[in-house]
T-cell receptor
Framework: DVKVTQSSRYLVKRTGEKVFLECVQDMDHENMFWYRQDPGLGLRLIYFSYDVKMKEKGDIPEGYSVSREKKERFSLILESASTNQTSMYLC???????????????FGEGSRLTVL | AQTVTQSQPEMSVQEAETVTLSCTYDTSESNYYLFWYKQPPSRQMILVIRQEAYKQQNATENRFSVNFQKAAKSFSLKISDSQLGDTAMYFCAFMKGQGGSEKLVFGKGTKLTVNP
């Protein structure tokens, strides 16, 4: 089974702190994603990585950056956390190699971040 | 840009009954995929069912089936014989083209509660 592991289920940080959210997948997937989930807003894409060292901004990249130095790991960075970044963060991965592209995303359990 | 609309923020159903969740989307693409994802409380999101736009036959997965109306741009999910374990957030998602590098666009979700 595909496993997507997010390093922290719950984090509490203070305004202005630098925050790292780590995500690791074990299925050699090329694509990795970071979403933010808020009640009533659904899932919004923050950043997307096609492959190692490649990244693309999603719909709400402001205040975030990402790092993909190794294929299995995709990190989300909040350079200076703010209270409006309090949210649930979901990491997902996907194979880009399947014929026709199945499109199926495999999600981690999520990281609930509270910024005080 | 593609948009996905789920018009029912919350729904409830009695155990063993049938429930239908609505989803509409807007696109000018002819080749695309549609998905329903399920997020149980405090658990990771998983794929429920997938539909390729070029297939006229509606997808089914055990108790889950879709009603895909391409001309109307509608993609509803029917859950038959509802079970307590079906209680979850359900997200409809759209992806254009093939899965190599395309992003998914999610609706805002429908919270389904199955009552005993």
């Amino acid at each position: 089974d595909v496993k997507v592991t997010q390093s922290s289920r719950y984090l509490v940080k203070r305004t202005g702190e630098k925050v790292f959210l780590e995500c690791v997948q074990d299925m050699d997937h090329e694509n990795m994603f970071w979403y933010r989930q808020d009640p009533g807003l659904g899932l919004r894409l923050i950043y997307f990585s096609y492959d190692v060292k490649m990244k693309e901004k999603g719909d709400i990249p402001e205040g975030y950056s990402v790092s993909r130095e190794k294929k299995e790991r995709f990190s989300l960075i909040l350079e200076s956390a703010s209270t409006n970044q309090t949210s649930m963060y979901l990491c997902a991965s996907r194979s880009a190699r399947l014929a026709g592209g199945s499109g199926e995303l495999f999600f981690g359990e999520g990281s609930r971040l509270t910024v005080l | 840009a593609q948009t996905v609309t789920q018009s029912q923020p919350e729904m409830s159903v009695q155990e063993a009954e049938t429930v239908t969740l609505s989803c509409t989307y807007d696109t000018s693409e002819s080749n695309y995929y549609l998905f329903w994802y399920k997020q149980p409380p405090s658990r990771q999101m998983i794929l429920v069912i997938r539909q390729e736009a070029y297939k006229q036959q509606n997808a089914t997965e055990n108790r889950f089936s879709v009603n895909f109306q391409k001309a109307a741009k509608s993609f509803s999910l029917k859950i038959s014989d509802s079970q307590l374990g079906d209680t979850a957030m359900y997200f409809c998602a759209f992806m254009k083209g093939q899965g190599g590098s395309e992003k998914l666009v999610f609706g805002k979700g429908t919270k389904l509660t199955v009552n005993p």
